[in-house]
């Protein structure tokens, strides 16, 4: 199983927090954060990461295109 | 280029009195590469002190915190804290930070919107009732920080006389003693892990209700030391900097009549002003938390060996012309936003979102005041490691 994941650059205010983070998944590009595959093997650690992105611009979805992140 | 081709500067460069960017900052961002410094205290170090260089040590994972612990740290104070999560790298930073960020994001923070401008108008009509002239400090910028902090996290605001006391011992610069220093920091937690004892008797709507359910349910995620060093760490820093930063704000803009009078006659404007007075105001009164290279990192023309702490100086990074053009004007229409003060990558600030909706709503509130204006000279924080007014005597037209 995989995830898709992607950084919506219209509301990434750049804290870098992710690519900090996670240098294997985001990196920094410019003033934003990008992910450097859009798949992913199943993490809870980068469901976290989404969820507390101060910007809220990770999204990522399962396979069947359902949202898992980031969570209300 | 490596530290042996350098001189070593004394630093801080920044005078405590005033806001001002001290000089060497510019000579330093047009030299070859970082330069050396030391602080009163700990190793020499790297400065980082142009925006891309700052940016990319505060970034890259490369670079260090958890390896400050065993190292004689660069710092303005003799006294050591224990960090916490600022002296964690990923993932165990991660593993704790997410914890607590998940109550900081913009879409739970939006939620406090409307009681922080309650808040915010409730402190402006006391001030009204008082009357004209009055301490901003005292009446308006500490009270509302502590408020939101103090309902968000679970503490109960009237202990503010209790907890100002010891947050100012944390974040002095002054020449406390060891026993001094470790006597205040066990009195804090002390206070806290009462209030956790509490909470975990009767929980409540509240950060620490929350922090005490995620310790319930997975008792290896957080220990019962971090639960309470976590709660310390989001009440200190949740509210110092933000009741620093309103009156730094506002004496820019009223020694600035012509971007009050631009703020005054279009409200909407105050989401970018708060960004550029983030930008435009060095808090900072050192700069602090060095990054310690894991490898050798080549930061623009400098090899970073293993091992060699470098500092991020944030103030100068946002007066960096070559990203911030005609850096040293106030103005609200700046295409780029991205300063760096609230800091970069993992240790951004987890209370961001709501710093910013703190400091929107408290400019908001503030300019409904007529004639609002300084009533005297600010009195300066001398031995803090954020720089702003101590007093900031403020008078309005009373109608």
């Known amino acids: ?66 949202e898992l992140a980031p969570r209300p | 280029m490596t530290a042996a081709d350098q001189r070593v500067q004394d630093y801080p460069f920044n005078r405590p009195e005033g806001l001002d960017l001290a000089p060497a900052y510019g000579a330093a961002r047009t030299a070859p590469g970082m330069i050396r410094v030391q602080l009163p205290f700990g190793e020499p170090a790297w400065l980082a002190t142009r925006y891309d260089d700052a940016r990319f040590v505060l970034g890259d994972r490369r670079f260090s915190r958890a390896a400050s612990v065993d190292r004689d740290e660069p710092r303005v104070q003799f006294h050591r804290g224990s960090g916490g999560i600022l002296a964690m790298d990923p993932p165990d930073h991660t593993r704790l930070r997410v914890l607590v960020a998940s109550a900081f994001t913009v879409r739970r923070v939006e939620r406090l919107r409307p009681r922080v401008r309650e808040i915010a108008d409730r402190l402006v009509a006391d001030m009204r009732a008082a009357g004209s002239p009055t301490d901003l400090v005292e009446a308006f910028a500490l009270p509302l920080p502590v408020q939101v902090i103090c309902e968000l996290l679970g503490v109960p605001a009237e202990d503010r006389h209790l907890f100002r006391a010891w947050s100012d011992g944390l974040l002095s610069t002054a020449a406390l003693t060891a026993e001094e220093f470790a006597r205040n920091d066990q009195e804090l937690s002390a206070y806290m892990a009462g209030l ?139 295409e780029s936003t991205a300063h760096l003060g609230f800091g970069h990558g993992a240790h951004h600030c987890l209370g961001a979102a709501l710093a910013r909706v703190e400091l929107q709503e408290a400019l908001r509130a503030l300019l409904a005041l007529p004639g609002l204006v300084e009533a005297g000279d600010p009195v300066w924080k001398t031995q803090m490691l954020v720089r702003g007014p101590r007093t900031l005597p403020v008078a309005w037209e009373e109608r």
């Open chain 1, 1 to 66: 199983m995989t995830w898709s994941i992607s950084v919506d650059t219209g509301s990434c205010l750049g804290s870098g927090i992710c690519a900090g983070s996670r240098p294997d998944i985001f990196r920094f590009h410019g003033s934003y954060a990008e992910t450097i595959t859009g798949t992913l093997t199943p993490d809870e650690d980068i469901l976290d990461l989404a969820d507390t992105c101060p910007a809220a611009a990770i999204l990522i979805r399962d396979e069947s295109g359902a």
């Open chain 2, 196 to 334: 956790v004892a509490q909470r975990r008797e009767e929980p409540a709507d509240d950060l620490m209700s929350a922090l005490i359910a995620a310790r319930a349910d997975d008792v290896e995620r957080l220990t019962e030391r971090e639960l309470v060093e976590l709660c310390v760490g989001v009440l200190v820093a949740g509210h110092e900097t933000t009741a620093t930063q309103i009156p730094n704000f506002v004496h820019v803009l009223l020694t600035r009549p012509d971007r009050l009078a631009e703020l005054r006659a279009d409200p909407d404007l105050i989401p970018a002003a708060v960004e550029e007075l983030m930008r435009f105001v060095p808090l900072g009164a050192t700069s602090a938390f060095a990054r310690y290279a894991t490898e050798d990192v080549q930061v623009g023309a400098v090899l970073v060996r293993k091992g060699d702490p470098v500092l991020a100086a944030i103030g100068s990074a946002n007066h960096d012309e070559s990203r911030f053009p005609d850096a040293g004007r106030l103005r609200f229409d700046r």
